[in-house]
């Protein structure tokens, strides 16, 4: 068959958007499940190698059969006659790429977040602004991470400090006004140092927050729990400091190790109770979720009716996925924080992320969103086990909530 180049070339391009879209979108949906890690581990490597090793293995069937210049022409348009299977793979591959690419284009965060309902009041890079006032602080104590932070642009420790106002349509006069300091995703590995992580929370410290919101995936592995007391000692907050875990607490041999400590340091553990704080007359309710990864059964897991949900209470949701926002909506939460897809942790210019472990995969990858009555904030969080960012520098924030 004979194509004119730029058909050609279009040609090419669906299958090869198709291809990488599908099992992209595939390795997006894996993590966000809640198999063992084990599994999804074994799953992830399959579609890795699928990924990479399925155009490798056509291209070299065809070049057995036609030689170097004849695969070359082919992809350009040239007559070749290519095997069954290659046009078989490439006509699925090709019908995927039309049929789910208006979704991935309207799934994109650029698309799907709430602009209107945030302005970032400030943003500080909190590692220059430390190195200014005082130099010497290590910030990378393991070898991974000081070795990939050497690669340009890698923006690990560019931690950000962000004031952000969010916009609410029926705020109460009670709670105009109200800061909500939100930090996630610290994993804790033993890469980064305390010194790092005191970046964050005495950020916090300085901002005086009436709350504070850990939203998930706090401590990667057994070393790292000693990190826990040293990095948030003395944070406090006047209406308290709130927590759920997240799929890589799961790491742990017992995550309630987690629990008990931050406990111990004056944080309340919403995946096992709820809480009620009264703020200026109105009470303040505060409900965690840890969904699809612990079952923990003293939060209000399961949906409430819009008429069993107390309607003289202002409900803030704290759920380590975005994933959750269904449940953040029917449980009347008038404000939801989420973490765990870090901003996609690569940003391309204009295409922005493209691996974010949620079932809607990268549309809420960080920002805000909305819904019905639910606001809801992802942060990009304060850290990661992969130690690359690109576009997508870590953050906590402070909400300060006004009205619209
Ligand atoms: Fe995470």
């Not at 977040?113 to 602080?137: C, F, H, I, M, P």
Request: proline share 5%; net charge positive.
């Amino acid at each position: 068959m004979t194509f004119e180049l730029p058909l050609a070339l279009a040609t090419l391009a669906v299958v090869l958007i198709g291809h990488f879209g599908t099992w992209i979108a595939l390795y997006n949906r894996i993590n966000a499940t809640g198999l063992k890690r084990t599994t999804i581990k074994r799953i992830e490597k399959a579609i890795v190698l699928a990924c990479g090793i399925i155009p490798i293995l056509l291209l070299l069937i065809e070049w057995t059969q036609h030689g170097f210049v004849g695969v070359f022409n082919g992809l350009l348009g040239g007559a070749s006659a290519w095997s069954r299977l290659t046009i078989a793979y490439s006509i699925v591959a090709g019908m995927l790429g039309i049929l789910l690419a208006p979704f991935w284009i309207m799934d994109r965060p650029q698309f799907a977040t709430a602009k209107d309902r945030v302005t970032v009041t400030s943003a500080e890079n909190l590692n220059l602004v430390k190195q200014t006032r005082e130099n010497g602080e290590i910030y990378i104590q393991g070898d991974s991470f000081r070795k990939m932070s050497l690669l340009p642009g890698n923006q690990i420790v560019s931690l950000q400090g962000n004031c952000k106002r969010l916009k609410f349509k029926h705020l109460p006069k009670d709670i105009a006004g109200l800061r909500v300091a939100h930090l996630s995703d610290v994993h804790m590995t033993g890469q980064l140092s305390n010194a790092f992580y005191r970046l964050a929370t005495d950020w916090i410290a300085e901002q005086c927050p009436d709350v504070i919101i850990l939203s998930g995936d706090i401590v990667d592995n057994e070393f790292a729990l000693q990190q826990l007391q040293p990095v948030f000692d003395g944070l406090s907050a006047p209406l308290g400091m709130y927590f759920v875990l997240g799929n890589h607490d799961r790491r742990l041999v017992d995550p309630t190790i987690v629990c008990r400590k931050l406990c111990e340091l004056g944080w309340t553990d919403l995946g096992k109770e709820q809480a009620r704080r009264q703020y200026q007359g109105t009470t303040l309710r505060l409900i965690g979720n840890e969904q699809p990864w612990f079952q923990r059964s003293s939060g209000p897991l399961e949906f409430q009716s819009r008429e069993s949900s107390p309607l003289d209470e202002w409900t803030i949701g704290v759920s380590h996925s975005p994933d959750q926002f269904a449940w953040g909506i029917k449980n009347r939460c008038q404000l939801m924080l989420c973490g765990h897809t870090h901003g996609g942790q690569i940003r391309f210019p204009i295409v922005g992320p493209i691996i974010a472990p949620s079932w809607y995969g990268t549309r809420y990858a960080s920002g805000v969103f909305e819904k019905n009555e639910t606001v809801m904030h992802v942060s990009r969080g304060v850290s990661g086990v992969h130690p690359f960012r690109w576009g997508c520098p870590p953050e906590v924030s402070v909400l300060e909530l006004t009205s619209l």
